[in-house]
Nanobody, 125 residues
Framework: QVQLAESGGGSVQAGGSLRLSCTRS????????MGWFRQAPGKERELVSS???????TYADSVKGRFTISQDNAKNTMHLQMNSLKLEDTAMYFC???????????????????WGQGTKVTVSS
């Protein structure tokens, strides 16, 4: 019943910036966590960043310091600000939502039950 819609992807030169957005179709979906995954051609899907409804965040080491995740709970919307983009950031980016996962009281990401269709990010030299 929950639908996620991504936007903001596009083509950018290395060193540039993009801002991705994701909006879910309902306010109350039984979850407390949203996040971003990406998948490049020939590679496995990987977690980029996640955020709990309370604002706790986690980032992949490869994007730490360059990407920032944020949310507007009242608008059912989440954003990913991507700065200093690199060639290796090229991928299809997917919005996901579900329940937060914790390991030894550390937030490690979402147990994602719902997925968007994806938005493509292409970084060129």
């Amino acid at each position: 019943q929950v639908q996620l819609a991504e936007s903001g992807g596009g083509s950018v030169q290395a060193g540039g910036s993009l801002r991705l957005s994701c909006t879910r179709s309902v306010f109350d979906y039984g979850g407390d966590c949203m996040g971003w995954f990406r998948q490049a051609p020939g590679k496995e899907r990987e977690l980029v960043s996640s955020i709990t409804s309370g604002g706790t965040t986690t980032y992949a080491d490869s994007v730490k310091g360059r990407f920032t995740i944020s949310q507007d709970n009242a608008k059912n919307t989440m954003h990913l600000q991507m700065n200093s983009l690199k060639l290796e950031d090229t991928a299809m980016y997917f919005c996901a939502a579900g329940r937060a996962r914790w390991t030894n009281v550390k937030f490690v990401g979402c147990n994602s039950n719902y997925w968007g269709q994806g938005t493509k990010v292409t970084v060129s030299s």
